[in-house]
């Protein structure tokens, strides 16, 4: 029954009018070593930053295990508000717990949005005042045109960044928390029985990366953040607003390799980047990292191991506190005006540009969160003639209620597509054939 129902979904969504895909397209190409910027497009415009939006979350998560507010082992709880985040997800029940390691892991990897909400409760007592927090470490940072106001980057129109700014972020990562970092590389991990495993596919394939994170809504599109180490060179590149997840790679790919030629050598890192501030550098040492050897699996204990001796606190002078000390509210109310005065740029619909000429269609579901989800669920699963495959989702809207089309595309032949269709319906999944187009 629950199979007739998904495919009647399926038929009842073709036979309506799908919205245009809401994203502006931005990149940037920046030398980490000096701060110059080696390429742009549209770096400053404002974009929403999806799951990008983690990277702050992790950053203020380091940043407390750095001080000893927390430790690897500390519990994360999970309210109800957490729990109920929509997928991506760790499925981690209200009144349940995991450890600091585990949500990181959630994070880094699955682009958890549940564990993300649970850090932030447990940082900030509530997710609006880690917002808060996040958005004032975001100008300590300098990322002036940046706001937070969630810890996963689940979808809110007043959440907006730059590609300039994210790039900001990521070298702050790799800067103040480079044994942290390194994380960044984890492919899975083991939780609760069964194995996490990650999506940011052109880390695996293109040599030198490290990270660092992937993010996508239907209002940002796709979005990726990569570090790339060239021999002494070292390059961080935004995408934003990718219209798939193989274009946006692809889009990174020829990025940075058509321009990290232009970067410097030496063994310094970019310190400050503030607009008005001089620009600062700093001499990197052993802890800075480089890219992992892709046969071995960097893991906790390898960052808790290199910590043994503990580094410094980062100057809480420079960079600020990012625990909040005392009461956390007037960290809340210090941003307050920041966040309820943030508009995004009026975004225009980009077409979807859709390779192949043969797509199909496995399922509805109520959000695109979701169904990105079922998407990436269902290819782990089956692979063979879905892994190379792109995905996507539509938004159709009938009698005020919206769906959200779960599809892969970009199968050059009927015949292709109809082969992916045969594996997955052996598999007990529904699937639908269609032309791209159609």
């Given at each position: ?14 036979s ?7 994203a502006g397209?931005?990149?940037?190409l ?18 929403h ?6 990277m702050?979350t992790?950053?203020l998560?380091f ?6 507010k ?10 109800k ?13 209200p ?7 585990e949500a ?10 549940d ?6 409760e ?27 106001v969630n810890?996963s980057?689940?979808p809110d129109d ?5 590609a300039?700014?994210m790039s900001a ?26 194995t ?38 070292r390059?961080?590149g ?24 232009k ?16 620009l ?5 040492t052993?802890?800075?990292p480089?890219?992992s050897d ?13 910590n043994a ?17 005392g ?14 005065g943030?508009r995004?740029?009026p975004v225009k619909?980009?077409?979807l540009?859709?390779d ?5 269609q ?6 695109a969160e ?21 995905i996507y ?13 779960a599809?892969?595309?970009?199968f ?16 007990s ?10």
């Amino acid at each position: 029954m629950n199979r007739i129902l998904v495919a009647l979904s399926c038929f009842m969504m073709m036979s309506m009018a799908a919205t245009e895909a809401f994203a502006g397209s931005a990149q940037l190409l920046l030398d980490a070593r000096t701060g110059r910027v080696l390429a742009s497009e549209n770096p400053d415009a404002l974009n929403h930053p999806a799951s990008l939006t983690k990277m702050m979350t992790l950053y203020l998560t380091f940043d407390a295990l750095r001080r000893g507010k927390l430790s690897w082992d500390s519990p994360v709880e999970f309210s109800k508000y957490a729990s109920a985040r929509p997928p991506t997800k760790l499925r981690v029940k209200p009144g349940d717990s995991i450890t600091v390691r585990e949500a990181v892991l959630g994070m880094i990897v699955l682009s958890a949005n549940d564990a993300a909400t649970a850090m932030a409760e447990k940082i900030g007592g509530t997710e609006e005042n880690f917002a808060a927090m996040m958005t004032a470490k975001a100008r300590q940072l300098g990322m002036p045109n940046t706001t937070f106001v969630n810890a996963s980057g689940l979808p809110d129109d007043r959440q907006i960044t730059t590609a300039r700014d994210m790039s900001a972020l990521a070298v702050a990562l790799l800067r103040d928390f480079p044994r942290e970092y390194q994380l960044f590389s984890t492919r899975n991990f083991a939780f609760r029985g069964r194995t996490i495993n990650g999506h940011n596919n052109l880390m695996y394939r293109y040599k030198g990366m490290d990270g660092i994170k992937t993010g996508y809504t239907n209002a940002s599109g796709y979005n990726l953040v990569s570090a790339v180490s060239d021999g002494s060179r070292r390059v961080i590149g935004v995408v934003m607003g990718g219209r798939t997840a193989a274009s946006r790679d692809n889009i990174m790919a020829q990025l940075i390799t058509k321009n990290i030629t232009k970067a410097s050598t030496g063994n310094a890192l970019i310190a400050s980047a503030v607009p008005g501030r001089p620009l600062l550098t700093a001499e990197a040492t052993g802890s800075i990292p480089t890219p992992s050897d892709r046969e071995r699996k960097i893991t906790v204990d390898d960052v808790i191991s290199a910590n043994a001796v503990p580094p410094a606190p980062v100057p809480g002078s420079r960079y600020g506190a990012a625990y909040a000390e005392g009461n956390v509210n007037s960290a809340a109310a210090a941003t307050e005006a920041m966040i309820s005065g943030a508009r995004p740029r009026p975004v225009k619909p980009i077409p979807l540009r859709r390779d192949g000429t043969w797509q199909i269609q496995i399922a509805a579901a109520p959000s695109a969160e979701e169904a990105m989800s079922l998407l990436q669920t269902v290819r782990d699963k089956i692979g063979g003639p879905l892994i190379d495959r792109d995905i996507y989702t539509e938004a159709v809207t009938h009698d005020g209620t919206t769906i959200y089309r779960a599809r892969f595309t970009g199968f050059p032949s009927k015949d292709d597509a109809q082969s992916a269709c045969d594996k997955l319906v052996k598999s007990s999944y529904d699937c639908v054939l269609m032309p791209a187009r159609g």
